[in-house]
């Protein structure tokens, strides 16, 4: 009885062949490959001869772009080709920081010592490149004091001047009055400044 080497239980390479993210060597399957790279003359090569190559280098045969035609391979090390990616997505991820937006609360009635307090809060913020949302909170008949929380934000965005960008004036939403600030680019410190 003749065996299906193709059949999924059967073919040892076909999980390994799943699982890759670039074929290598003997899983490209064109007539004919594109080479590129170092110490190799670029050009159009039969797939017998680029696996020759690639085998006398004791290197693989990776099909960088499969969908050119023909599709462009790289005689590298395919294992410190796949390390080296991950290593670059790590770092690419880890440079990459989120930023959040964190919330600043005052009354119409904050007094001088809060309001010194929550503005140290926000220059920091800012300087670690987060935005910041401040708001007056009006309740019960403190809303007839709109132009206290006015004053209020617009002396805080006056303050917050050299690290914050003010992205609008002051709003209203409901009974809070709102301003939103955005950090200013900070420039990179030189050896001098640290």
Same mark, same amino acid.
């Given at each position: /009885?003749?065996?299906?080497?193709n059949?999924?239980?059967?073919?040892?390479?076909?999980?390994?062949?799943?699982q890759?993210?670039?074929?290598?060597?003997?899983?490209?399957?064109?007539?004919?490959?594109?080479?590129?790279?170092?110490?190799?003359?670029?050009?159009?090569y039969?797939?017998?001869?680029?696996?020759?190559?690639?085998?006398?280098?004791?290197?693989?045969?990776?099909?960088?772009?499969?969908?050119?035609?023909?599709?462009?391979?790289?005689?590298?090390?395919?294992?410190?080709?796949?390390?080296e990616?991950?290593?670059?997505?790590?770092?690419?991820?880890?440079?990459?920081?989120?930023?959040?937006?964190?919330?600043?609360?005052?009354?119409?009635?904050? $007094? $001088?010592?809060?309001?010194?307090?929550?503005?140290?809060?926000?220059?920091?913020?800012?300087?670690?490149?987060?935005?910041?949302?401040?708001?007056?909170q009006?309740?019960?008949?403190?809303?007839?004091?709109? $132009?206290?929380?006015?004053?209020?934000?617009?002396?805080?965005?006056?303050?917050?001047?050299?690290?914050?960008?003010?992205?609008?004036?002051?709003? /209203?939403?409901?009974?809070?009055?709102?301003?939103i600030?955005?950090?200013k680019?900070?420039?990179?410190?030189? $050896?001098?400044?640290?």
């Open positions: /009885m003749a065996v299906n080497q059949f999924r239980g059967r073919n040892p390479n076909f999980r390994r062949e799943q890759q993210e670039h074929r290598t060597n003997r899983m490209i399957r064109v007539p004919e490959v594109r080479l590129v790279g170092e110490g190799i003359e670029p050009g159009v039969p797939i017998e001869k680029a696996l020759a190559m690639a085998e006398a280098q004791a290197l693989d045969l990776v099909e960088i772009s499969p969908n050119a035609a023909p599709p462009v391979c790289r005689i590298i090390d395919y294992k410190k080709f796949l390390y990616k991950k290593r670059k997505e790590k770092e690419m991820k880890a440079n990459s920081k989120q930023s959040e937006v964190k919330e600043i609360r005052f009354t119409p009635s904050t $007094d $001088d010592h809060d309001f010194e307090f929550k503005t140290k809060h926000a220059e920091k913020f800012l300087k670690e490149g987060n935005k910041v949302k401040a708001y007056v009006f309740k019960g008949r403190a809303i007839m004091f709109k $132009d206290r929380g006015e004053l209020l934000l617009l002396k805080f965005a006056e303050r917050l001047g050299e690290v914050g960008a003010l992205e609008s004036m002051p709003k /209203m939403e409901g009974k809070r009055m709102l301003v600030f955005a950090p680019s900070q420039k990179k410190k030189t $050896d001098k400044e640290k």
